[in-house]
């Protein structure tokens, strides 16, 4: 579990090594959801049967139809302080339960029946001392049936299970905030540097369409200075929310807030004129909100005559001087490195040649990566 990735890989990996150990052919961890009422299959393990997928999309059973993970678990188990416990249960409804739980069987006897298993034990997860969903392992018919110690087993092994969660929940959390900018909810500049390199790397190895589109939002100095600063945060809260939408209409891009009023749209696959048409509408979009004066917006694409990029830096450094001559012309439409004479553009040379800035720029964009 500690080696895996994301936190379904991580509940993937529970479900596999619990059935190992348990001598099991098939596994499922559930989780419940308290806003749906629903018990949702997160992954699936083993030997599946028709219908059952390893990572089911929606997968899912009314919380009434397995009562013991709403009442008899929350209330009894985790709010009384006692210890969870796993139960088993069989095909032929013999079960060993080990604390009351056979006023509840009968779905999980169907259910049993239902998929041609033989036996199952079923052990409660219990995170920072409340129910958060269900290990569950099962036997083909005919091979040995799960007694009392393969239950108190699998309690151990949930409880193991649930401390690995929790790790990967609480890094997941870490993760979002490190790559998260607070205010839009949109991706950072750090997740955009790791993002952008990683796409560099996929265009010199398979050549890749990788675009990055740089915006400026205008008027957001005048918002603070004459409204305060609430109002110019609304306006970066709203910007963001417009950057979003337009966003997904590319597969796979990243809307992120580089800091300030700057913005930008990382993609990788779609073809220079998609993502010129959504910035375009961008465009439009910003210049109809309430607050501000619009966006300026530059692109730099790999599918665009702007020459070799090698680096992320270098296709940073012309989306950014596209968008410098964006604001410096008011445009309304978005200016694209290289369709201005390849090579020759005033953007692409603007890129390889900018000129020196005054003293007091170059303390204020210190630190930014040009």
């Given at each position: 579990?500690?080696?895996?990735?994301?936190?379904?890989d991580?509940?993937?990996?529970a479900?596999?090594?619990v059935?190992?150990?348990l001598?099991?052919s098939?596994a499922a961890?559930?989780?419940w959801e308290?806003e749906r009422g629903?018990?949702?299959?997160m992954v699936?393990?083993?030997e599946?049967t028709?219908?059952e997928e390893?990572?089911p999309?929606?997968e899912?059973?009314?919380?009434?139809?397995f009562?013991?993970?709403a009442?008899?678990?929350h209330?009894?188990?985790a709010g009384?302080?006692?210890e969870?416990?796993?139960w088993?249960?069989?095909?032929?409804g013999?079960?060993?339960?080990?604390?009351?739980q056979?006023?509840?069987?009968h779905?999980r006897?169907?259910?049993l029946?239902r998929?041609?298993r033989?036996y199952?034990?079923?052990a409660p997860v219990v995170?920072?001392g409340r129910?958060?969903?269900?290990?569950y392992?099962?036997?083909p018919?005919?091979?040995p049936a799960?007694?009392?110690a393969?239950?108190?087993?699998?309690t151990?092994?949930?409880?193991v299970a649930?401390a690995?969660?929790a790790?990967?929940e609480?890094?997941e959390?870490v993760?979002r905030?490190?790559f998260?900018?607070?205010l839009?909810?949109l991706?950072n500049?750090r997740?955009v540097?790791?993002?952008?390199d990683?796409a560099?790397e996929?265009?010199?190895?398979?050549g890749v369409?990788?675009s990055l589109?740089?915006?400026d939002?205008?008027?957001?100095?005048?918002?603070?200075?004459t409204?305060g600063h609430?109002?110019g945060?609304?306006l970066?809260?709203?910007?963001g929310?417009?950057?979003?939408?337009?966003?997904?209409m590319?597969p796979?891009?990243?809307a992120a807030r580089?800091?300030?009023d700057e913005?930008?749209?990382l993609?990788?696959?779609?073809d220079?004129?998609?993502?010129?048409?959504?910035?375009a509408?961008?465009?439009?979009?910003?210049?109809?909100?309430?607050?501000g004066e619009g966006?300026?917006?530059g692109?730099?694409?790999?599918g665009?005559?702007?020459?070799p990029?090698a680096?992320?830096?270098?296709?940073f450094?012309l989306?950014?001087?596209a968008?410098?001559?964006?604001k410096?012309?008011?445009?309304?439409?978005?200016?694209v490195?290289?369709?201005?004479?390849g090579?020759?553009?005033?953007?692409?040379?603007?890129a390889?040649?900018?000129?020196a800035?005054?003293?007091?720029e170059?303390?204020?964009?210190?630190?930014r990566?040009?």
């Open positions: 579990m500690a080696a895996a990735r994301t936190p379904l991580t509940v993937a990996a479900a596999e090594r059935m190992t150990a001598g099991g098939f961890v559930s989780v308290r629903r018990l949702r299959v699936n393990a083993g599946l028709a219908g390893r990572f999309e929606d899912s059973y009314p919380v009434h139809d009562p013991e993970i009442e008899f678990l209330e009894e188990w009384g302080g006692t969870p416990r796993a088993v249960e069989s095909m032929d013999a079960a060993e339960t080990g604390g009351g056979g006023a509840y069987r779905e006897v169907a259910a029946r998929r041609g033989g199952c034990v079923v995170l920072h129910a958060w969903g269900e290990l392992v099962a036997r018919p005919g091979a799960f007694c009392r393969d239950a108190d087993f699998a151990v092994l949930a409880a649930a690995g969660i790790q990967t609480q890094l959390e993760r905030l490190a998260t900018d607070p839009t909810g991706a500049r997740a540097d790791a993002r952008l990683e560099v996929r265009h010199l190895a398979d369409v990788v589109v740089v915006c939002l205008n008027g957001l100095k005048r918002v603070n200075d409204q609430a109002v945060d609304r970066l809260e709203r910007f929310s417009v950057l979003s939408l337009c966003g997904a590319l796979g891009a990243l580089l800091g300030g913005f930008c749209l993609t990788v696959g779609p220079a004129d998609e993502v010129v048409a959504v910035a509408q961008l465009c439009r979009r910003a210049a109809a909100l309430e607050l966006v300026s917006c692109i730099a694409s790999t665009d005559p702007i020459g990029v680096t992320a830096r270098r296709l450094r989306a950014d001087a968008q410098y001559r964006a410096a012309a008011r445009a309304a439409e978005p200016v490195a290289g369709r201005a004479g090579p020759a553009d005033p953007v692409v040379q603007l390889d040649h900018p000129p800035a005054p003293a007091a170059r303390r204020r964009f210190r630190g990566r040009p």
